[in-house]
């Protein structure tokens, strides 16, 4: 996904709160994409994994898919992307597809589980 082609040099360097925040809205970002499939957004059914902010403002979302075959396996990375980018602060996102550990049901939150009837 894209990253920040700026030289290390020339970035502004971010404050700790600033980077807590971008990473609050990035999280609050994900739970607004949805599995096409499935009508919980992707970060309660458990398929983000971390997101991190470093001090230039660049983002890093690790995620997971519910299959390595998932029909939306090109277009939910694309999509939170293209949703952390558009966030105040945020110099570049890389969103990395990881298949460690495999996701299961447990990992979704109380609230996906009741929507879905688990």
């Known amino acids: 996904m894209?990253?920040?082609t700026t030289p290390a040099s020339d970035r502004k360097v971010i404050s700790t709160i600033e980077q807590n925040l971008i990473q609050g809205q990035a999280v609050e970002a994900t739970r607004s994409c949805y599995d096409p499939e499935i009508p919980v957004n992707i970060h309660d059914l458990g398929l983000i994994y971390d997101v991190a902010v470093n001090e230039y403002g660049e983002v890093t979302v690790l995620m997971t898919l519910t299959s390595p075959h998932c029909p939306a396996a090109q277009v939910?990375?694309?999509d939170v992307e293209s949703r952390v980018k558009i966030?105040?602060?945020v110099t570049g996102v890389s969103v990395k597809v990881v298949w460690e550990p495999t996701w299961n049901p447990?990992?979704?939150s109380?609230?996906?589980k009741l929507e879905l009837g688990f």
Do not use: D, F, V, Y
Request: aromatic share 0%.
């Open 87 to 89: 966030i105040p602060g």
């Open 106 to 108: 447990s990992m979704m």
């Open 76 to 78: 939910l990375p694309k």
């Open 110 to 112: 109380e609230a996906a």
């Open 2 to 4: 894209s990253e920040s």
